[in-house]
């Protein structure tokens, strides 16, 4: 297993394949145990301090959580770990971003 400096807010590798650092941030495992030094860019307060945002491509703010259809809204596409399909690109922005969470 790789363990890698918390403060690097370059890097973000997650602990396995099965999910995304994005999808671990969302789903609130940051401060797990199995995620110390892992997901740094997605998990560290420091590095949310230095992005506007967070990790949802296409986002500037987190005031905006429009949908990209009337399909499926923002809780339900971020829940069904859409965040990070291509579709979704500019959309849902405070739903999927990391660091729109309170």
Sequence with gaps: ??????????????????HNCQQQAIAK???????????????SPKCA????????????SCDSDTPPTADHN???QAKND???ESFMKG???K???PN???
Excluded: R
Excluded at 49 to 60: D, E, H, R
């Design 1 to 18: 297993m790789q363990t890698l400096a918390t403060s690097n807010c370059d890097s973000d590798i997650p602990p396995t394949a099965e």
């Design 29 to 43: 495992k940051c401060d797990e145990g199995f995620m110390q030094g892992f997901c740094c860019k997605s998990c």
């Design 49 to 60: 301090k230095n992005k506007a945002v967070g990790t949802q491509p296409g986002c500037s």
């Design 74 to 76: 923002c809780e339900q």
């Design 82 to 84: 859409k965040c990070g």
């Design 91 to 93: 959309f849902c922005c």
């Design 95 to 97: 739903s999927c971003s």
């Design 100 to 102: 729109c969470k309170a």
